[in-house]
């Protein structure tokens, strides 16, 4: 007979994946927002695209925070 930890520890690993992922990628964001800092405003868009890859959150981010300067 299975416990309720049984149903709930899957649950519980799967936050702590999630917060590590989003801290993950936050930290990302956080370096490439720096590198994006030392490229002129003319080129940040491009800089951006070419350090995030084809990760569209993660560039959505930094371009985000990048607003705001």
């Known amino acids: 007979m299975e416990s309720v ?3 709930i ?3 519980a ?3 702590s994946t999630e917060r590590t992922m989003k801290k993950d990628l936050w930290q ?3 370096e490439i927002f720096h590198a994006a800092l030392e490229q002129t405003p003319q080129t ?3 800089f951006l695209k070419e350090a995030c890859g084809g990760d569209i959150d993660l560039r959505r981010r ?6 705001f300067i």
């Open 5 to 7: 930890a049984d149903f």
């Open 9 to 11: 520890q899957p649950m």
């Open 13 to 15: 690993d799967q936050e």
């Open 28 to 30: 990302r964001a956080e």
């Open 44 to 46: 940040r868009r491009k």
């Open 62 to 67: 930094t371009a985000y925070v990048l607003g």
